[in-house]
Nanobody, 120 residues
Framework: QVQLVESGGGLVQAGGSLRLSCAAS????????MGWYRRAPGKQRELVAVITSDGSTNYADSVKGRFTISRDNAKNTMFLQMNSLKPEDTAVYYC??????????????WGQGTQVTVSS
């Protein structure tokens, strides 16, 4: 069993910053990609950013230049530095990871989500 736990959400004014963390624990052999998704009220879940095991990254157009995804492979932890936050960034942010629980068996896991609220 693998658990993903997010932290770092909260309330911030527009233009401010937050740093989200996602810690993976449990029966982990290795982690392939990790990513952040978000779901705003009344909207579908969308990809925010993703990072592979070798550090390659990809971002949604709406956050490019403002958000930075990173990971610490030794600690099975991922981060999302969010700068210049806008009210439209308000959402529940979810951590996602493709985890190898054995050398040949992988599965995708989700965290419980952390609320980010940006006031205007």
């Amino acid at each position: 069993q693998v658990q993903l736990v997010e932290s770092g959400g909260g309330l911030v004014q527009a233009g401010g910053s937050l740093r989200l963390s996602c810690a993976a624990s449990g029966s982990i052999f290795s982690i392939n990609y990790m990513g952040w998704y978000r779901r705003a009220p009344g909207k579908q879940r969308e990809l925010v950013a993703v990072i592979t095991s070798d550090g390659s990254t990809n971002y949604a157009d709406s956050v490019k230049g403002r958000f930075t995804i990173s990971r610490d492979n030794a600690k099975n932890t991922m981060f999302l530095q969010m700068n210049s936050l806008k009210p439209e960034d308000t959402a529940v942010y979810y951590c996602n990871a493709d985890v190898n629980i054995t050398p040949i068996l992988s599965s995708v896991y989700w965290g419980q989500g952390t609320q980010v609220t940006v006031s205007s």
